[in-house]
């Protein structure tokens, strides 16, 4: 089994996912707000998208970590990295819980995953997947020098434009 690394920011903790992310996971994937990343869904569905979360760690050796506010310890969402089957490439992913949004903290987290991709996994490339109306996460993709790079269709989550991000040598 691949042991999760932690990863801290400034204000953040990046951490492996666990059964206590479980409730407050429920609540985002039952609101309108899990509308581009699969939801609304219920609290079964919500348990096997836990699930999946921690597995990709155990199948890819890399995913998506938990993320707390480190003063407080309150969970604020789930970014990272992300490569099921039938994705195009690896993607920078992030979901944000409604209380966390407008702080910074989505690019704050991408920022140190991604650094994670290049500096440690030794990627050279990377993208992200954000439904056309996300406007939000768009807004992120670009804020972190990712630009728009062709689109994709996913079976389940319909048409996505995909945003490549800068490469190594020239991140943020």
């Known amino acids: 089994m ?5 990863l801290t920011t400034q204000r953040l903790t990046l951490r492996a996912p666990n059964a206590d992310d479980f409730a407050p996971l429920v609540d985002f994937y039952a609101s309108d707000r899990s ?3 699969g939801g609304p869904m219920s609290a079964e569905l919500t348990w096997r998208a836990l699930a999946s979360e ?15 506010v480190t ?32 702080k910074g903290y989505a ?21 992200s997947l954000v439904k056309p109306e996300n406007t939000a996460s768009a807004a992120v993709a670009t804020r972190m020098g990712a630009q728009h790079d062709g689109d994709f269709t996913h079976e389940r989550h319909g048409f996505l434009n995909i945003y490549r991000h800068p490469a190594p040598e020239t991140q943020l």
Request: glycine share 12%.
């Open 54 to 68: 921690i597995g990709h760690w155990a199948l890819r050796g890399y995913g998506r970590w938990s993320v707390t």
């Open 71 to 102: 003063d407080t310890s309150d969970f604020i969402g789930i970014i990272g990295l992300w490569a099921p089957h039938g994705w195009p490439e690896p993607e920078l992913g992030w979901d944000l819980m409604e209380n966390a949004t407008g």
């Open 107 to 127: 690019t704050e987290a991408a920022l140190a995953a991604r650094n994670y991709a290049y500096n440690t996994l030794g990627w050279t490339t990377l993208t």
């Open 35 to 37: 509308q581009f990343v």
């Open 2 to 6: 691949t042991q999760i690394p932690t």
